[in-house]
Structures are given as structure tokens and as C-alpha cells.
């Protein structure tokens, strides 16, 4: 099986968020950033197990500057077999959609994972638009994902309930909790990593037609109103006067 | 020129995120000047609703191949019936199905995206819409200069509003194709509001000792008629079912009231629940980060305070 893993870059989920003065970038300074979780801990550990138990191989993909190659390295630490990285900041979903699909194209990878969803954008917008770019089926927040015969049996939350589908490869689907277990890199992985083949590809021209023009931070909080522990009908005439939600 | 809104309706009921969606729509066709288009999928009972929503019009597209949900199938009717009626605004709910067509209808409509709007587009310069970003700490403004654009609406991001009448449904003919999912099996959770739609959530953590003492947070949240919800410690330890677990890895959530207890707020935690319009903590620990994000706090024993709050709650519902 041939499979190819998609990872982004995130700055770490405790990070505090800041922008630039002109609140039209984030602030980097002081910030962590991880490879995005739901592509670490569920796409690529639910790949790997794939491999090792069916044979093939996995390649990662990241597009991002140079920058970005630690976190590519960490995803062959922990046990890609290669990785490509697409030589440019990943601009939009779109921009990103593109780069990987022109990746992919040709290269006849049986499935595509990635995340549900990066925790910087949340958007969720990539994998349904690299299976259109593809021409290949979507399966959004998998959660369990098995082998029957050619075909690949996949639980998918959906509102108030899972849904259970069959697909056969090629498709593309994105990971959520469930799909497996993360993986820590040991240190025999991690020198691995540091001989395994990274490829850096231009990208290639595309459409790209959303920005951001500013971001935002949410207004202060006011500082909560504690409630004494003895007087509940307090807490249910706030909720019902002053918030107006009961 | 049109805003074209996908109403989703599985098993052919409408769901409260196509609503939502529908209700949003209207709001932006009004600000753009344009008519606002519903289109359901499939075989529905009374789609003619939609227009009390605000749809001036309502298509249905019936085909055997919509029986079940098929991401390459489903966009590939919208975005026809967003080329045939002209649409240069397109609108699903960002639900498990939105999310899976959005990226497809931007492509096949080679329009440019953004997942997940909580706010009506600024049409001043352009078109500008903002949404959430860094799970919940922050929100971004979007610029699409495309000629066509798509956009998911959050869950509760606006309540869904009565604005017009019931209008005649129009049935719509487009070429369906055959799609390449098999669906097996849809199990669903009877009895409850799903999480996602949810308005009140009651939550509880590990200060609850053991999956015994649920009783008397399924008795707050029946006297409320909230869903009930847990962290991860909780549904990890298998005291609750998975898809109760909300915070990052499990269910985002964006309820009108949002009861956490006994949950000391970790930062994982918080991803999935800032976006709640009030927040109420109760925890016996003073310093729990939690009483930091919340609007209402109660320091006590979950033991004690929580069946006092039922008991208050259900004097208030008796006497309103």
C-alpha cells in the first residue's frame, strides 16, 4: 500500500495567541509550534499501522518553508518512510489543496490521510478539496479505519451518531480521535529520521483568491461572578435575568 | 446574481444547522441586494418551511443516488444547481456534511472559501467574513476576491429566524451521479439534542469520582433539558461514552450555556468550549483555572451544590 500523509505546522495548542501590531499576522515570538496534532496522532500512527501490518509505505508532505522540516523530521522520527516538502508558505486551503494535489498527482497513493481539522485554522477545508482536485472520494472524521479485502470499512462521527462506510482505494480521509493511538518518537527513530530522503519541490501556480485581512483577539472577559455554594436560586435567577439564557 | 443555501435533511427532516443556515442566508441576500435560493436533496416532507426562514425559493432534487451521503455526489448536485440559478454566493451549515463538500464546491465553483463563518459578510470593500481561528482564541477576518464564494455557517452561530412564509418547493432537474461511498450503517444517539446543536450542555469531569455519581448530573440536565457532555479524563477512563467528550480532540461545542463541573479547565479542554455564550463552573478547588474563563463560578462540593441547583431549578420552572 502506497499511502501519503498530510501534516501541517501549528503553533502548540497552550501557546498564547498575539499578532503583529498592524493585527495582520501572528506573532511568532515565543511561540512553540508542533507538528498539528490530529495529523500526528491519528493520520499518521493510523498510516503506519496500515503499513506494517499490509507492507507499502508512507511519505509525508508538508508544504512550508525550510523551517517546517523539523516537524517533517519528527513525522519520519516517528516512522514515515520519506517526505516531500512543497517549498512555500501555505497561504490558504486552497493554496495548500494545490500544492499537495500536484504532490499526489501521478503517483497513485492508495489512501491520503489528514487530519480533521489544523488547530490554527480550523477549517477543516483541505481534504475534501484535494479528493475534488484528485477526483477521489472524501471520508471526513474518521474514527476507525479497517481493511476488508480491497475496500476499507471507516466510522465517521457525524451529529448525534457515527456512521459506518465502506470505500475502496484510492480515497482521501481525515483522522479524528479514535483512529489511533499517538505515537512518541524513540531514539532510534529519531536518527533514522536524520538519513531518510526529504524532497523540496517548488510550488506550482494556482488560484488563490481568499485572505486574511486582520485578525482579532476576544474582548476581555469580565471577571466571573462567584456564586455562594448555599444560595443556588441566586445562580438560576442570574442565568435567567442577567444572562437571559434559561 | 443569487445566494444559494444547501438545507440539509437527513432522513428527510431539517435539521436545525440548515435553519441556521437558511436564516443566514437570507441575511446576507438581503445585504447583497439578491434573492435567496434553498436547495434540499432527496425526498423531504415539507421543504416549503424553508421560506419562513427566509428562502424566496426552494428547489428539491430527488435521485436514488441521494439515499445516502456521498460527498462527490452531493457537491456535484449543489454545485450544478449553483451554476443553473446563477448563485454567486453558496451556503451549507459547517456540519459533518458541510465540512466534507465545502472544499469540493470551491473547487468545481473555483471559488474561493472560508469554513466555519460566524459573522454576516462586510460587503464595504468587497467581501469580508470572519470566523473563529486558534481554536476559539482569536477570530480572523477573511477576504475573498473570487466571483463566486462559499461558506460554511458555525452551529449556533445565529438562531435560526422566522422571517416569511411557506413557499411553493420547485423541483429541480440535474443529472445525479452514481457515487463510489457505501454507507452500511448510520447509528444514531436517541433521546438527546447532538452535542453540536445543542443549547444548554451540563458537563462533569473526574472530580465526579466514579460513572455511579452520573445520576446527579443526568438529573440536572433532564430538569433542563440540556445534553450532557464530558472531558477526556471521563470518556477516557470509559465512565462515559466517546461522543460525549468534548475539548480539542473530542466534540467542538458552542452552546448557550455551558455547565462545566468538576472540570478544572486545561487548555485542551477549554479549545472545544470558549466559544459557549456563558459559562458556569462549579469546582470545590478556588484556584481551577477554569473560574478564570467562566462568567458564573460556585466554589463548593459538586455533592452538595448540584442537587441544590436542580432543586432551584425546578421552583424556577414551576414559577415561569
Known amino acids: 500500500m502506497k499511502l501519503l ?36 496522532w491519528y493520520a499518521l500512527v493510523r498510516a503506519l499501522e496500515l503499513k506494517e501490518s499490509a507492507g507499502g509505505s508512507v511519505t509525508v508532505v508538508n ?15 516517528i516512522g514515515a518512510d520519506d517526505a516531500i516538502r512543497v517549498d512555500a508558505e501555505p497561504k ?10 500536484a504532490v499526489a498527482k501521478g503517483n497513485d497513493y492508495d489512501m491520503i490521510f489528514l487530519g480533521k481539522e489544523t488547530i490554527n485554522y480550523n477549517g477543516s477545508e483541505v481534504g475534501a478539496m484535494l479528493a475534488e482536485l484528485l477526483d477521489l472520494p472524501f471520508i471526513s472524521y474518521g474514527t476507525k479505519l479497517t481493511m476488508e479485502g480491497n475496500a476499507a470499512v471507516i466510522e465517521r462521527d457525524i451529529e448525534g451518531g457515527t456512521e459506518i462506510v465502506s470505500v475502496e482505494a484510492p480515497f482521501v480521509v481525515s483522522a479524528a480521535k479514535g483512529m489511533a493511538e499517538q505515537r512518541i518518537p524513540n531514539m532510534r527513530g529519531i536518527m533514522s529520521a536524520k538519513r531518510k530522503p526529504l524532497k523540496v519541490v517548488a510550488a506550482v501556480d494556482c488560484e488563490d483568491p481568499v485572505r486574511v485581512v486582520s485578525y482579532q483577539l476576544p474582548d476581555a472577559k469580565s471577571a466571573v461572578k462567584m456564586v455562594d455554594p448555599e444560595n443556588m436560586d441566586e445562580l438560576v435567577r442570574l442565568l435567567h435575568e442577567e444572562a437571559k439564557i434559561i | 446574481m443569487s445566494v444559494l443555501v444547501y438545507a440539509e435533511s437527513p432522513k428527510g427532516q431539517i435539521k436545525k444547522g440548515a435553519l441556521e443556515a437558511v436564516s443566514y442566508a437570507s441575511k446576507v441576500a438581503k445585504l447583497m441586494g439578491v434573492d435567496c435560493q434553498a436547495l434540499t436533496l432527496g425526498t423531504i416532507e ?7 426562514y427566509g428562502a ?25 444547481a449553483a451554476e443553473k440559478l446563477g448563485a ?3 451556503i451549507v451549515a459547517h456540519s459533518a456534511t458541510g465540512k466534507s463538500i465545502l472544499g469540493r464546491l470551491a473547487v468545481k465553483l473555483k471559488a474561493g472559501s472560508v469554513a466555519g463563518v460566524n459573522t454576516l459578510p462586510d460587503l464595504t470593500d468587497g467581501f469580508t467574513v470572519g470566523k473563529n481561528v486558534f481554536s476559539g482564541k482569536a477570530m480572523a477576518h477573511f477576504k475573498i476576491s473570487s466571483a463566486v464564494k462559499v461558506l460554511s455557517l458555525m452551529g449556533n452561530a445565529m438562531a435560526p429566524e422566522m422571517q416569511g ?3 411553493a418547493v420547485e423541483s429541480l432537474d440535474l443529472a445525479v451521479p452514481a457515487g463510489k461511498v457505501t454507507v452500511k450503517e448510520v447509528k444514531t444517539i436517541e433521546g438527546t439534542v447532538p452535542l453540536p446543536e445543542a443549547e444548554l450542555v451540563v458537563s462533569a469531569g473526574r472530580g465526579l469520582k466514579g460513572p455511579e ?10 430538569e433542563m433539558g440540556a445534553t450532557t457532555a464530558c472531558s477526556r479524563p471521563v470518556a477516557d477512563t470509559g465512565w462515559r461514552p466517546h461522543h460525549e467528550h468534548v475539548g480539542q480532540t473530542g466534540v467542538a461545542i458552542r452552546p448557550n450555556l455551558y455547565i462545566a463541573i468538576c472540570i478544572s479547565g486545561a487548555i485542551q479542554h477549554l479549545a472545544g468550549v470558549n466559544s459557549s455564550k456563558v459559562i458556569v463552573v462549579v469546582n470545590k478547588d478556588p484556584e481551577a483555572p477554569f473560574f478564570k474563563a467562566a462568567d458564573y463560578g460556585v466554589c463548593g462540593d459538586l455533592f452538595d451544590v448540584i442537587p441544590r441547583f436542580t432543586e432551584a431549578y425546578k421552583k424556577f420552572k414551576a414559577a415561569n
Open chain 1, 5 to 40: 500523509v498530510c501534516v501541517s505546522k501549528t503553533p502548540d495548542t497552550t501557546a498564547k495567541i498575539a499578532f503583529t501590531s498592524d493585527n495582520t499576522a501572528l506573532d511568532a515570538n515565543g511561540i512553540q509550534f508542533i507538528m498539528n496534532p490530529y495529523d500526528e
Open chain 2, 88 to 90: 454567486s454566493v453558496v
Open chain 1, 63 to 77: 508544504v512550508g518553508p525550510a523551517a517546517n522540516d523539523t516537524v517533517i523530521r519528527k513525522a519520519m522520527a
Open chain 2, 213 to 222: 455519581n452520573w445520576g446527579i448530573i443526568e438529573e440536572l440536565a433532564t
Open chain 2, 56 to 80: 424566496n425559493k426552494v428547489y428539491n432534487v430527488t435521485s436514488d443516488h441521494l439515499a445516502n451521503f456521498d460527498s462527490q455526489v452531493y457537491s456535484s448536485v449543489i454545485a450544478g
Open chain 2, 46 to 52: 415539507d421543504a416549503g418551511v424553508l421560506g419562513q
Open chain 1, 92 to 101: 490558504s486551503a486552497y493554496f495548500v489543496a494545490q500544492q499537495i494535489a
Open chain 2, 165 to 167: 412564509e411557506k413557499v
